[in-house]
Structures are given as structure tokens and as C-alpha cells.
């Protein structure tokens, strides 16, 4: 298993730490059908729903994404404050 996909278990184990991917795409498939739905009763036009349909799942999709890299960076940060943190201790052990 590699380093990163180990980091993304660790962050999704945490309570609230990210949406579950089943949970991601029911979310996904409900905006995306509510969306599609509304554009059809206001427009009444196919080709609008499907660019609107593909537009919001592209958006919901960089948005989920982008909150992955989030919490691995927030880790990533948190572990290099625990490690400095760690590091002074033992510095002033020896003084």
C-alpha cells in the first residue's frame, strides 16, 4: 500500500475528516438529477440538461478533490508540527 493512499485511509478514519465515497456519490447523483430536473422544467430543452448535468458533476467532482488535497496537506502539516515539537523535546534533553 502506498504512503498516500495509507495517509487518505488515516483521514478518512477520523470522524468528519471527508465525505465517504458512497456518501460522495449520492450526494453526486442527487444535485446532479435535481439539477438536471430543474433545467428541464425551466428550459424544456435536452441539450441545456446535459451540459448543465455535466458542468455541476464536474464541479462537485474538482470540489471533492480539492478537499482531499486540503486534508492531506492539513496532515502533512500536523505531522511536520508534531515531528518539530518532538524534536525540541529531545534537544533539551541533551542540554
Known amino acids: 500500500m502506498s504512503r498516500l493512499t ?7 478514519d477520523e470522524p468528519g475528516a471527508a465525505l465517504r465515497f ?3 456519490c449520492r450526494v453526486l447523483q442527487l444535485v446532479v ?4 430536473l430543474t433545467v428541464y422544467f ?15 458533476s464536474l ?5 471533492y478533490f480539492g478537499s ?8 502533512k502539516c500536523n505531522r511536520r508540527a508534531v ?5 525540541r523535546t529531545s534537544d533539551s ?3
Open 59 to 63: 464541479l462537485l467532482q474538482v470540489a
Open 42 to 56: 425551466v428550459s424544456h430543452s435536452v441539450p441545456r440538461v446535459i451540459i448543465s448535468t455535466l458542468g455541476t
Open 33 to 36: 438529477c435535481a439539477n438536471a
Open 6 to 12: 495509507r495517509l487518505l485511509l488515516n483521514l478518512t
Open 93 to 95: 534533553d541533551y542540554s
Open 68 to 75: 482531499v488535497l486540503i486534508l492531506v496537506w492539513r496532515a
Open 22 to 24: 458512497r456518501i460522495f
Open 83 to 87: 515531528e518539530r515539537t518532538g524534536k
